[in-house]
């Protein structure tokens, strides 16, 4: 079985639907790519892409409206997994299995509530509190490393804990990161995001960080996207990719 942690669907299918009007994005544009993969699942992620970034809570309205019109016209297709049985349902029947994640939550401000908007009406199981960007909640990578967690975002990881979401540390910076690792009380996951031994990316994870995430239960998704993989442009390839996941595996184990 091969699942992908972390993908851009919903972020196509948005733009071709709003700004080419065109319907059924799935099928015509990913579904060979994914039987030629032989993926059978993943997390699709409402991510509010720049220039998108400007009006966060009306690209994601926008984002909501877009997967559930895709629901219906990929429904022999797609299986949206809100539970494990639905996942099971989905393979059984052939289908690729959704998990819909935020990656990202710059569209809720300090409003709490509305994880559990995108939990019971959007069937999101899977949230990051940051992409890139400084928010309400928290801070990314690329920006101040002396910003962590606000209030706002200790008490959105412990209604993400309620509710049973699972926590992805993709993206945070490095205070962000310790600041969740403090107080995760589930498993935690980085469903994007190498290794900073083998390739000294801010968004990769260091060897502490990486057994943190060990230690809760968590799991490590590797990323392909060049910069992350290597600094040398003649070691951005599969095999340097590899070296990754090699190099994780053996840290904190193969699981």
Not at 38 to 45: A, C, E, S
Not at 54 to 82: H, W, Y
Request: hydrophobic letters at 40%.
């Amino acid at each position: 079985m091969l699942f992908d942690g972390h993908g851009d669907v919903w972020t196509d299918v948005t733009c071709k639907r709003v700004d080419n009007h065109e319907t059924d994005i799935f099928r015509k544009y990913h579904l060979k790519k994914f039987q030629a993969g032989k993926v059978t699942g993943g997390i699709f992620v409402i991510w509010i892409d720049p220039p998108y970034d400007k009006d966060p809570a009306a690209r994601s309205k926008q984002i909501v409206q877009s997967i559930k019109e895709e629901m219906i016209d990929s429904a022999d297709l797609l299986n949206f997994v809100t539970k494990f049985e639905d996942f099971e349902k989905g393979t059984k029947a052939g289908k690729i299995n959704v998990v819909t994640g935020i990656e990202g939550l710059s569209q809720i401000g300090e409003d709490i509530d509305m994880i559990d908007y995108f939990y019971n009406e959007v069937g999101a199981r899977h949230a990051m509190l940051t992409w890139n960007e400084l928010n309400a909640l928290a801070t990314g990578c690329p920006q101040d490393p002396s910003r962590g967690l606000t209030e706002a975002g200790k008490l959105a990881v412990k209604r993400m804990e309620k509710l049973g979401m699972v926590l992805d540390v993709s993206h945070l910076n490095d205070k962000s990161f310790w600041d969740l690792m403090s107080i995760a009380t589930t498993p935690v996951i980085a469903s994007h995001s190498n290794s900073r031994t083998v390739c000294p990316a801010k968004r990769n994870l260091t060897d502490d960080m990486l057994k943190e995430i060990a230690k809760t239960g968590g799991l490590v998704g590797m990323n392909s996207l060049r910069e992350f993989v290597s600094e040398k442009r003649e070691e951005q390839n599969v095999q340097k990719l590899c070296d990754h996941l090699d190099y994780i595996a053996n840290l904190i184990g193969i699981d």
